[in-house]
């Protein structure tokens, strides 16, 4: 299977959208309720709306796609990630915002499910923020690793704090995790999210936030 990487355009990102959906499905809790009915059309063009609107924001964020050159006449995207890069704290709570303007739309079906959405983006961005007060202001995160073709995505990323100096964070899921590990990645802890009693019956993420420390 030939794979290549590449940096994403425009045109990349619904299907890079759709891809995401697709690996994940309804297993994934969070991604449920920060994109719902993701599974649908609409829910993915509202999906790729908001990636669109990061990929075109000035913030540090570096999307890729691997494809399999082998498949189709032009090859297919068969892994995506996205990296950012945190220059300090006031440059997280600037992404935290923007990320957060995204949850003013109307792709819920009402504002309870809104509200348990904001509640969940502010619940997993909250040990990000805390690791990028550790260490001293800047950071790299992946996000959205399809583990068919993680370490290819994660070299990318890891050979470039490498070069900055400075650490890697991500939220893994079990899966996961060992990829991550076989890259030098720590689990620091088990990330809790301990929700309001309303909320209680409803599934919550199980992940992992684990650390990579750049190499010298």
């Known amino acids: 299977m030939p794979l290549t990487l590449h940096p994403c355009q425009p045109p990349d990102i619904p299907p890079l959208f759709a891809l995401i959906s697709r690996t994940f499905a309804?297993?994934?809790?969070?991604?449920?309720?920060?994109?719902?009915?993701?599974e649908t059309p609409r829910g993915r063009d509202l999906g790729a709306s908001v990636l669109l609107a990061e990929l075109s924001s000035d913030r540090k964020a570096r999307f890729f796609k691997v494809v399999d050159t082998e498949l189709g006449d032009e090859g297919e995207m068969v892994g995506q990630a996205c990296w950012?890069?945190?220059?300090?704290?006031?440059?997280?709570?600037?992404?935290?915002?923007?990320?957060?303007?995204?949850?003013?739309?109307?792709?819920?079906?009402?504002?309870?499910e809104?509200?348990?959405?904001?509640?969940?983006?502010?619940e997993f961005m909250?040990?990000?923020l805390g690791a990028v007060k550790g260490a001293?202001?800047?950071?790299?995160?992946?996000?959205?690793?399809?583990?068919?073709?993680?370490?290819?995505?994660?070299?990318?990323?890891?050979?470039?704090?490498?070069?900055?100096?400075?650490?890697?964070?991500?939220?893994?899921?079990?899966?996961?995790?060992?990829?991550?590990?076989?890259?030098?990645?720590v689990t620091e802890h088990q990330m809790r999210?301990?929700?309001?009693?309303?909320?209680?019956?409803?599934?919550?993420?199980?992940?992992?936030?684990?650390?990579?420390?750049?190499?010298?």
């Open 84 to 112: 950012l890069l945190y220059d300090g704290v006031e440059d997280l709570r600037a992404a935290e915002e923007a990320e957060g303007k995204g949850l003013e739309g109307d792709g819920w079906v009402d504002e309870e």
């Open 114 to 122: 809104k509200a348990f959405a904001r509640w969940m983006w502010g």
């Open 26 to 38: 309804q297993t994934a809790p969070f991604l449920n309720a920060i994109f719902p009915a993701h």
């Open 126 to 128: 909250g040990p990000r």
């Open 193 to 216: 999210f301990d929700c309001p009693e309303r909320w209680a019956d409803r599934p919550k993420p199980e992940l992992a936030f684990m650390r990579r420390t750049a190499r010298k």
């Open 136 to 185: 001293g202001g800047r950071l790299l995160a992946p996000e959205h690793q399809r583990r068919g073709v993680g370490s290819m995505l994660l070299r990318w990323g890891t050979e470039l704090a490498d070069q900055m100096g400075i650490d890697t964070v991500v939220e893994a899921t079990a899966a996961g995790v060992p990829v991550y590990e076989k890259h030098g990645f």
